[in-house]
């Protein structure tokens, strides 16, 4: 079994605690963040990679709750954007010593500007710069960022669904309900990749979603690339249908994201389409049909808004399977450091 796989298997387990933690120990910091938030008059959510990713998800319900905030790739906020008065940055990292975030940090600061760290070490030149931390406390993954990733999409939406004043107390219960029924079908996940067919080795892949599972979908591009070592494009789902569908042909290979509730049938009709176009699709989402796509995995009961915390799951164990696929490491880089602390080159 690859660290890849033993990280995956483990996601789950390790996001209960961080959820624990969260509402238990951790409450305190969180509260103290919300207070950060509700004070400023700008809201800024930036990270680097996956952390980006992450961003989208936590954007996603701030937004649904009525409260405005900028997302930015690191690199493109710390040399491209100006930090206005009065403002507060959530930084979303795992480790805390990501090159762009550490600049950003000292911006920031020059600003006069608070900022909120999420990250699974306190001690990195983010945590020392924060006003307040929300600490992850899950276990670190073996290389690529998986429960990393999802422990960022978790507190961080913890964070927003407290600051637009929707955190209900039973979120606690339902969150960790929906990781625990995910962990139970993540061996009949692994079971259909084996099966379905859908994989091939160099396929041109698209992935496409909407709302907060764009996270996932940019995630799982990543993953593409990091795991499988494999080139690929995400888009959201509307901007596809803008000219992208242009490029549907037999052996096109399609990952689509359905929502429980907005565009559904939309996007189901698109996943019917592309696949009788020729192209292979994969869907992800709730009691989607069996026939909608060449494979479909039907995710547990989770809430809407929040369904990017499980629906990245398939994806994951998606990429692992073709790293396999095609004969590459999906426990080493290549070129890619563990920790991007240089902006110069290709490999630092």
Request: with cysteine; net charge negative; charged share 20%.
């Amino acid at each position: 079994m690859t660290e890849l796989m033993k990280d995956i298997l483990n996601e789950p387990g390790e996001l209960k605690k961080s959820l624990a933690y969260t509402l238990g120990t951790g409450k305190s910091a969180l509260d103290k963040a919300v207070a950060i938030i509700r004070e400023a008059r700008n809201l800024y959510v930036a990270g680097i990679g996956s952390s980006w990713h992450a961003g989208m998800a936590v954007t996603g319900i701030l937004h649904a709750g009525g409260c405005p905030a900028f997302l930015f790739d690191a690199s493109e906020f710390l040399h491209f954007v100006p930090i206005v008065s009065e403002s507060a940055l959530i930084i979303l990292s795992r480790s805390g010593k990501s090159a762009e975030v550490v600049g950003l940090v000292t911006k920031a600061r020059q600003r006069g500007a608070k900022i909120i760290a999420i990250t699974n070490t306190p001690d990195s030149p983010l945590g020392q710069g924060a006003d307040v931390i929300l600490k992850l406390e899950a276990a670190f993954d073996h290389l690529v960022s998986i429960t990393m990733y999802s422990a960022l999409t978790l507190v961080g939406g913890m964070l927003a669904d407290a600051a637009v004043g929707s955190l209900d107390e039973s979120l606690g219960h339902v969150l960790a309900t929906s990781l625990s029924e995910a962990e139970r079908v993540l061996e009949h996940w692994c079971g259909q990749i084996e099966t379905s067919g859908w994989f091939v080795s160099d396929a041109p892949t698209y992935f496409l979603a909407r709302g907060g599972s764009l996270a996932s979908c940019h995630e799982a591009k990543l993953l593409w690339e990091e795991v499988a070592k494999a080139p690929a494009c995400s888009m959201t789902t509307g901007g596809f249908r803008h000219g992208a569908q242009e490029s549907v042909r037999e052996g096109m290979r399609y990952v689509l994201w359905v929502d429980g509730e907005l565009m559904r049938d939309q996007d189901l009709k698109l996943a019917r389409e592309i696949r009788d176009a020729g192209g292979r699709v994969i869907v992800i989402g709730q009691d989607v049909p069996p026939q909608t796509g060449n494979l479909v995995f039907r995710l547990p009961s989770v809430p809407n808004k929040w369904q990017f915390l499980i629906d990245v799951f398939p994806a994951q164990l998606s990429a692992e399977h073709l790293s396999r696929l095609r004969g590459v490491n999906c426990d080493s880089f290549r070129l890619c450091p563990y920790i991007i602390e240089s902006e110069e080159g290709l490999c630092s």
